[in-house]
């Protein structure tokens, strides 16, 4: 089975901080992805990367940033939390470019006070 | 670009009742079509999927048909039952033609009650 997992659960952080969400997926997955979920909205991509050190923005990139140094860790930051980043992250992980099947982890609940 | 439209909900059936949750989609190219399921207080599972045009998908007594004539790929079930409650999110993902990966699309999800 397909393990992705998500350093939190959830996490409240202040306004203007720095948050750093951490994701790891056990399967050799070349292509990690963060969407944010938020009532209404349904999931939006925020980031996504095929490959150790790529990166692409999605469809919502601002006021975010991530990082991919190992191809089994995919790290998405704010660099600067700010109140409307209060939401709930889920990150995914697909096998290879030219695949399309997603496997999710749990969601990190994060709110910024 | 590409977008998803599902009802929203909150749809409330009885128990073994049949099921229906609309599904419509346009896309810049040829889409996949997915069904996602999120059971309270966990993450998005994979419930079934379609890759090309009359494939039908199935799962755990769900069913979709990838219909391109009308854009649509709507989940049905015959008899729900009170497990079935959950939010239901249908998504597509267009892969680039020179490979790669590309995020999924996805509706705003559907809230299912079932009640016994």
């Known amino acids: 089975d397909v393990k992705v997992t998500q350093s939190s659960r959830y996490l409240v952080k202040r306004t203007g901080e720095k948050v750093f969400l951490e994701c790891v997926q056990d399967?050799?997955?070349?292509?990690m992805f963060w969407y944010r979920q938020d009532p209404g909205l349904g999931l939006r991509l925020i980031y996504f990367s095929y490959d150790v050190k790529m990166k692409e923005k999605g469809d919502i990139p601002e006021g975010y940033s991530v990082s991919r140094e190992k191809k089994e860790r995919f790290s998405l930051i704010l660099e600067s939390a700010s109140t409307n980043q209060t939401s709930m992250y889920l990150c995914?992980?697909?096998?290879?470019?030219?695949?399309?099947?997603?496997?999710f982890g749990p969601g990190t609940r994060l709110t910024v006070l | 670009g590409n977008s998803v439209t599902q009802m929203e909900g909150p749809v409330t059936l009885s128990e073994e009742a049949f099921l229906t949750i609309n599904c419509t989609y346009t896309?810049?190219?040829?889409?996949?079509l997915f069904w996602y399921v999120q059971y309270p207080g966990e993450g998005l599972q994979l419930l079934l999927k379609a890759t090309k045009a009359d494939d039908k998908g199935s799962n755990k007594g769900f069913e979709a048909t990838y219909r391109k004539e009308t854009t649509s790929f709507h989940l049905e079930k015959g008899s729900v039952q009170v497990s079935d409650s959950a939010v239901y999110f249908c998504?597509?993902?267009?892969?680039?033609?020179?490979?790669?990966?590309?995020?999924?699309?996805f509706g705003k999800g559907t809230h299912l009650i079932i009640q016994p």
């Open positions: 995914a992980s697909s096998l290879e470019q030219g695949t399309d099947t997603q496997y």
């Open positions: 998504a597509l993902s267009v892969l680039p033609s020179g490979g790669g990966a590309d995020g999924l699309t």
């Open positions: 896309a810049t190219g040829y889409p996949s």
């Open positions: 399967m050799d997955h070349e292509n």
